[in-house]
């Protein structure tokens, strides 16, 4: 098991909360209020997760400027008031950031035995497979 630190754990609870709150704003079309709480405990939960020094260099890499500038963005949106274009841009910026990640998640939910079976049905294998690219969403 991996052992986290008082920090890291705190940085986990925010990090939930902050997923709770953004999922539960938008079951409620997009509660202002709701999506801001989220975005701010989501952002803070997960410096507290990795440290600030590893988000900065995370978040203000050169190659990902253009993906940084759509999530924080988007929270930026969401926190003047404009909810449903903030929440757009937050996604869209979302999957540029961790785009290059989806391959290894991708590979490990296949290994799983019921999502595995589930990800590889007719239909959705193809959508899985353009996911699973590394360069499917440049």
């Given at each position: 098991?991996?052992?986290?630190?008082?920090?890291?754990k705190?940085?986990?609870?925010?990090?939930?909360?902050?997923?709770?709150?953004?999922?539960?704003?938008?079951?409620?079309?997009?509660?202002?209020?709701?999506?801001?709480?989220?975005?701010?405990?989501?952002?803070?939960?997960?410096?507290?997760?990795?440290?600030?020094?590893?988000?900065?260099?995370?978040?203000?890499?050169?190659?990902?400027?253009?993906?940084?500038?759509?999530?924080?963005?988007?929270?930026?949106?969401?926190?003047?008031?404009?909810?449903?274009?903030?929440v757009?841009?937050?996604?869209?910026?979302?999957?540029?950031?961790?785009?290059g990640?989806?391959?290894?998640?991708?590979?490990?939910?296949?290994?799983?035995?019921?999502?595995?079976?589930?990800?590889?049905?007719?239909?959705?294998?193809?959508?899985?497979?353009?996911i699973?690219?590394?360069?499917?969403?440049?």
């Amino acid at each position: 098991m991996i052992s986290l630190t008082d920090s890291q754990k705190i940085g986990m609870g925010l990090t939930g909360f902050g997923v709770f709150f953004l999922f539960f704003g938008m079951m409620l079309f997009f509660d202002k209020a709701l999506l801001a709480i989220g975005n701010i405990l989501f952002v803070s939960g997960l410096s507290f997760v990795i440290g600030l020094e590893r988000t900065f260099r995370f978040f203000f890499q050169r190659h990902k400027a253009k993906a940084t500038s759509f999530f924080l963005g988007g929270v930026f949106v969401v926190l003047i008031g404009w909810p449903i274009v903030g929440v757009v841009l937050e996604i869209y910026g979302f999957f540029l950031l961790f785009r290059g990640f989806f391959p290894v998640a991708v590979g490990f939910i296949r290994r799983v035995p019921v999502l595995g079976s589930l990800l590889s049905l007719p239909g959705i294998r193809n959508l899985v497979d353009k996911i699973g690219e590394s360069n499917a969403m440049v």
